[in-house]
């Protein structure tokens, strides 16, 4: 095989991500039965990750709202006494976002990558009671990318993906409503010019995409470019003379 019709080193990922764009999307009603097999022997689990999560972002909003004490009541106020208290309970909100956060990270960081080894396990055993004849029609590599690379979703329903999602969308509701009870006109004014920049962004990104996406997939499968291929030639043709 020549060089230039050579695959290059990605064409395993390459061919496992056009198999993955091909495939239809299962309808909810069909996935929601195994998501709940693999979400209910930790249902628990997830359940006391909530609450830290909710008690994690609480705390994140304390030192936004001191600042409102500090400058309102200590410096034009001048109320002096107030000043140890915001310090400790800043100090308190600090410590308990940093022990929550931390605690969070390690049960579901834990939790996700041994349900991730579990199901790698169970998939590298249906694989191998197929016959020989499933072998023949698909590469080794692409198996074993399938294997290693289709479980990592799993990572963001049990692991930090799902917290991080529903802790986001919290936060957002808490600073919406204290922006509204602030000024509910400035409120809206700004969430108007995000939306507005967000679809412009949405379209751009639409729009260039296909430009970077298409060159890196054909050079994934090997398709080189003609440019390059005539310069690889060249260059074989160059040493090839220095050597005669």
Avoid at 73 to 89: A, C, D, E
Avoid at 109 to 135: C, D, K, M, N, W
Avoid at 212 to 233: K, V
Avoid at 235 to 240: D, F, K
Wanted: net charge positive; glycine share 8%; aromatic share 6%.
């Amino acid at each position: 095989m020549k060089a230039v019709d050579r695959p290059s080193r990605g064409t395993g990922r390459a061919t496992t991500a056009d198999l993955t764009a091909s495939r239809p999307k299962p309808k909810l009603t069909k996935v929601m039965p195994e998501v709940w097999k693999l979400v209910k022997p930790r249902r628990w689990l997830l359940a006391g990750s909530f609450l830290l999560m909710i008690v994690n972002r609480l705390c994140s909003f304390a030192l936004p709202v001191s600042s409102r004490y500090l400058i309102n009541n200590v410096m034009y106020k001048h109320q002096l006494n107030l000043l140890p208290w915001i310090i400790g309970t800043v100090a308190t909100a600090t410590f308990l976002q940093g022990v929550t956060s931390y605690t969070l990270t390690q049960l579901l960081s834990t939790a996700g990558q041994r349900l991730i080894s579990e199901l790698r396990t169970r998939v590298q055993q249906h694989i191998g009671r197929l016959p020989v004849a499933f072998y023949d029609e698909n590469r080794t590599g692409t198996l074993v990318a399938r294997i290693m690379t289709d479980v990592e979703g799993v990572r963001n329903l049990v692991g930090t993906g799902l917290l991080e999602f529903v802790g986001g969308i919290l936060t957002a509701i808490i600073a919406f409503c204290i922006l509204i009870r602030i000024s509910g006109r400035m409120t809206l004014l700004t969430v108007c010019i995000l939306l507005v920049f967000g679809l412009i962004l949405q379209k751009a990104f639409k729009t260039i995409r296909p430009i970077f996406r298409e060159p890196l997939q054909n050079q994934r499968r090997g398709h080189w470019p003609s440019h390059r291929i005539a310069g690889r030639r060249a260059r074989r043709q160059g040493l090839s003379r220095r050597r005669e």
